[in-house]
Every structure is written in C-alpha cells, then in structure tokens.
C-alpha cells in the first residue's frame, strides 16, 4: 500500500472517530417527580429514583448532547465533524406541582355540643396531613367569619348571640382554591345562673348608690369594723 492510500485511509478514520465521540457522550435527561410533595428534578441517571417509592420517572426527550450535521458547502473538503453542546437544564421548564390529597379533621369538637354563654370558650383543633405545602393555606371560621389562620382557635361565647353556630375549616392552595373543608355545628345558650347572680349585683349597686350620704358612711363603718374583728 503506497503513502497516498495509508494518509487517505487514516484520515477516514480519525473523521469517523470524532463523530462517534459526542454520541458515546451524549446521555438522555429524565425528569423524576417527587408524587409526594411534587417536587420536580432533572438527572442523566434515572436508575438512582427508579427504585425509590413515590418518584415518577420521565423521558424528557432531550440529550446532554446534540448530534452534529454535516457540512457540504464545499465539494473538495471531507465532511466536518459532529459539535458537542450542553443543553442548559434551565430552560427546562419544571411541570406544575402535584396537587396534594390533604386529610383532614376536626379534632375539637368532636360533635356537636351546647356551650354555656358567657363563661365557657369553644376550643377548636385540627388534625392535618401531610403537613401544608408551601404557598399552601388553612382557616378557620365561626359562621363564616375568619377566626384563626392555622390548625387550633379558641372562641369566646361571650361574643356569640344564642343559638346554633357553625365552626369550618377551610384549605385552600397556592392560587387560592379551596381543596379540603370541614364543619361542626355548635350551640351556644345562655347560662341563667350567672345572667341573674349579675342583674341581682346590679340592683344591688343600684339600690347603694341611691342612699343618702350618711347611710354610706354607715353602712362603710360596719363593713370596716367587720373586717378589723
């Protein structure tokens, strides 16, 4: 074989070597999806979520590398080799998150049940899971007014006419729609006992400050003499 053919055949080879090189290089990006709380994360080694529970798996469809084209603009020099470019994971727009099954209760009350007005409190708790997300948000209502922003709240009755009353709990997502609600009737009653023991200080504070002076004076001197024995 002369000089001319080993140069030609050499050269043949060293082109076909640098298109092959960015393909061996090139590997495919998948997009692993957290089923849990939807976190989303790109990686060229799918195999390390495969096995992991609630991760999900996708094929983006994109290469760490893109296929070089050939040139033929001019006629008299070989085909050009392949260019390697790194895709820039950046642009990959994440897909929006999962929407989360929230379980919800409400611990306190347990039923519905009578509260004595004024001296008893309505205590309100909730039991929540998983944990809120963030931009994720939870209230709590007595007849649809906003009581507290999280999972307990207490209530005066003090505040509350008698009658029937409805406490509500209400999650809602990052963009404010509502994706779990629960509810409790309650009763709220006057308590008798306690309205008439104060109308009876009442009067009786009445019927003092309408006493003449010297009767106060008196009435003074045996409340201190009581209380020197």
Known sequence: MN??????LAG?????????APLA???????VIDEQTGQVTFTDRPQNYEQQAG???IDTNVSTGNESSRSTNNQSTN????????VNLATIEPTARAPINYQLAMIEPS???AYQRPGQIITVNLQL???LQTGDSISIYIDDQLISQGITASIATVNLNPGEHTIQAIIQNSTG???NRISRTVYVIQNTAILQNKKRVAQQLQAYQNLPWHQKLRLKMRRDSTVSK
């Open 129 to 131: 899971s998983p944990a």
């Open 177 to 179: 729609q509502v994706v």
């Open 25 to 31: 290089n090139a590997a495919s990006i998948y997009k």
């Open 79 to 86: 085909n050009s080799s392949s260019q390697s470019n790194p």
């Open 12 to 20: 043949l080879m060293i082109g076909s070597a640098s298109l092959c």
């Open 111 to 113: 039923e519905e049940r």
């Open 3 to 8: 000089n001319r053919a080993v140069a030609l």
């Open 55 to 57: 991760k999900q798996v």
